[in-house]
C-alpha cells in the first residue's frame, strides 16, 4: 500500500485547507485511515480517523473545525481544515491500517502552516 498526501501549504488564521491523501496498491485490507501530525519538539499526534463503514473520531483540539471523509471508488480520504489557528502548524500525515496483519503504512507528510 502507498499513500501520496497533498494540500498543504501556507494560510492565515481562520483560513481553510483540504488535504488529501490517496491510497493504491492491495488496499483491500484497509478499513481504517487516519490524518496525524506532528509539530516541532512535539509528538506525533491523531487527528481524525475515519473507518471503512464511516464512523469518526476526532481530537478534542479540532472538533467542530476539521472534517475527515473518504471517496472508496477513489480510495481517497479527505481532511477539511477551517478556522486554522497556529498551533494546528505542523506536518499531516496519513495512515492506512491493514486490518489482517495490524500493519500502519504511512504517506510522506505534507507541510501546514498557519501563520499571518
Known amino acids: 500500500v502507498q499513500l501520496q498526501a497533498s494540500g498543504g501549504g501556507l494560510v492565515q488564521p481562520g483560513g481553510s485547507l483540504r488535504l488529501s491523501c490517496v491510497a493504491s496498491?492491495?488496499?483491500?485490507?484497509?478499513?481504517?485511515i487516519g490524518w496525524y501530525r506532528q509539530a516541532p519538539g512535539k509528538q506525533r499526534e491523531l487527528v481524525a480517523d475515519?473507518?471503512?463503514?464511516?464512523?469518526?473520531n476526532y481530537a478534542d483540539s479540532v472538533k467542530g473545525r476539521f472534517t475527515i471523509s473518504r471517496d472508496n471508488a477513489k480510495n481517497t480520504v479527505y481532511l477539511q481544515m477551517n478556522d486554522l489557528r497556529p498551533e494546528d502548524t505542523a506536518v499531516y500525515y496519513c495512515?492506512?491500517?491493514?486490518?489482517?496483519?495490524?500493519?500502519?503504512?504511512w504517506g510522506q507528510g505534507t507541510q501546514v502552516t498557519v501563520s499571518s
Open positions: 496498491g492491495r488496499t483491500n485490507n484497509i478499513n481504517n
Open positions: 475515519i473507518y471503512s463503514g464511516g464512523s469518526t
Open positions: 495512515c492506512a491500517d491493514d486490518y489482517t496483519t495490524d500493519y500502519d503504512y
